[in-house]
């Protein structure tokens, strides 16, 4: 099966005023495979999957030289409507955040801000992401009761779901098992894994293991620099950079 | 046993500190309670003033500061919570904003009187408003506006940085993300801002004092360019001008007693609206 690239990382540099935070590498991201990025706090694994819905924008005085390709469109580029962007390319955070309000309006918020006014269908598509999110059969009963008394797992949940029903074709995981217990965890795990037969998925972890189980693709990143990047087999296996192997055994990190 | 020592006369100096401050309080309240209400009665309340101030009534003072409260309010919310919605969630951190940041707070430090004078120059006479509800209500809305903004940037830097990463990160404009999002979540905050300045509104006397009060009038006001009698102000001339100090030291406690409770009548308005906002933005609707 012929791997088709859906997100292009072109010589990139990023900079949080002076300070150079990616050093200018490249990167293919392949369609409907997880992508797992590792490496120590502080190498830039956030803020490379930030750059991919374009979350730097609010961070002040940043800079950025190199490009990002989405399906053959640069998306830094002043044509490109960076509102799309982030509707295409979702993005689930390290710290559950639904908003303060009910389970039906967290998930049916996106659909508003993107033009979905009709109730029915609304309800329909909100049903639809709550099950494909394996929250339904937990929340049905309490869709108009306040996200926020939910669970940190089913919180997590909760906004891969409002993910979800803005049909994004590209899911960002950022740290998102960081908060959560290991039954949590293994739930989110279990759901990465199905929902990569219809998305294109990065995640940025710091569990070794969680990668490995996972992702079809594992970046290894240092200080900046793109150490090595492969199947996440070869690479927890026979890694090629002596700075790779340290790291998976725990020798530094 | 030493540190147990020190941490009960730590407590005990607290306590201490907090019987005084409710003491002061108490005293206050016992006062103005205890004179003004002799002066009490649904006359009082309903009636114009006779007599050189003697007799009759309060009612278009009272209708007056409420002229004058809501006017400021009217004028001041919208346009504190659009400057604090710029400051904190558009304009880039940069030195100019810096800059008006701290002109908006040292604006709430000029005292009320300078408002007063501010206002007589520029309402009463240069845009002809007259001795007016208009002037008066500008210039007590002008006066709180910074309380307004800083509280209202205060409820807005208090929303979780999550929440608005959240939103734009489903496709949700920055407009959106203020309107839908950001504000709901802001809102219980930012009526405590609010109900703050109308109690400080409601009091004031030096702003007042040459841009919307008189002294002495029958009549209820008709338009916003109908000068008015006000509560603080009232209080004011009753114990500084006219000739039976007994009679109108009695009315003047009555003043301030309608005045106390008309201002804590406002203040629980909105604190139960603040909590109705709290729960309904918690548990969904």
Known sequence: MALKTKIQVKDIHFYYGKTEVLKGFDMDIYENKVTAVIGPSGCGKSTLIRMFNRMNDLIPKTR??????????????????????????????????????????????????????????????????????????????????????????QQQRICIARCLAVEPEVLLFDEPCASLDPISTQKIEELILELKKEYTIVIVTHNMQQAARVSDYTAFLYLGKLIEYGETEQIFTVPKNKLTEAYLTGKFG | ??????????????????????????????????????????????????????????????????????????????????????????????????????????????PSVVFGLFGLAVFVKYLGFGVSILSGSLTLGIMVLPSIISAAQEALMAVPQSYREASLALGATLWETIRKVVLPSALPGILTGVILSIGRVAGETAPIMFTAATFYTRRYPNSVFSEVMALPYHIYALMTEGVHPEEQTSIAYGCALILLILVLTMSVLAIILRQRQRSQSYYGT
């Open chain 1, 64 to 153: 950025l030289e190199g490009s990002i390709i989405l399906d053959n469109e640069d998306i830094n580029s002043m044509k490109t409507d960076v509102v799309e962007i982030r509707r295409r390319v979702g993005m689930v955070f390290q710290k559950p955040n639904p908003f303060p309000k009910s389970i039906f309006d967290n998930i049916s918020y996106g659909l508003e801000v993107n033009g979905i006014k009709d109730r029915r269908k609304k309800e329909e598509i909100v049903i639809q992401s709550l099950k494909k999110a394996a929250l339904w059969e937990e929340v049905k009963a309490r869709l108009n009761e306040s996200a926020l008394g939910l669970s940190g797992g």
């Open chain 2, 1 to 110: 046993m030493d540190k147990k020592i020190k941490q009960n006369l730590g407590f005990l100096l607290l306590l201490i500190c907090i019987l005084t401050t409710i003491f002061f309080l108490g005293i206050i309240l016992y006062f103005i309670v205890a004179r003004g209400i002799r002066i009490l009665s649904w006359e009082f309340l309903t009636q114009v003033p006779r007599k050189a101030m003697t007799a009759g009534g309060i009612a278009p003072v009272i209708v007056g500061t409420f002229y004058l409260t809501s006017g400021a309010m009217i004028f001041s919310i919208p346009l504190g919570l659009a400057c604090a919605v710029y400051l904190s969630e558009y304009s880039p951190k940069s030195f100019i904003v810096n800059i008006i940041r701290i002109s908006i707070n040292n604006l709430a430090g000029v």
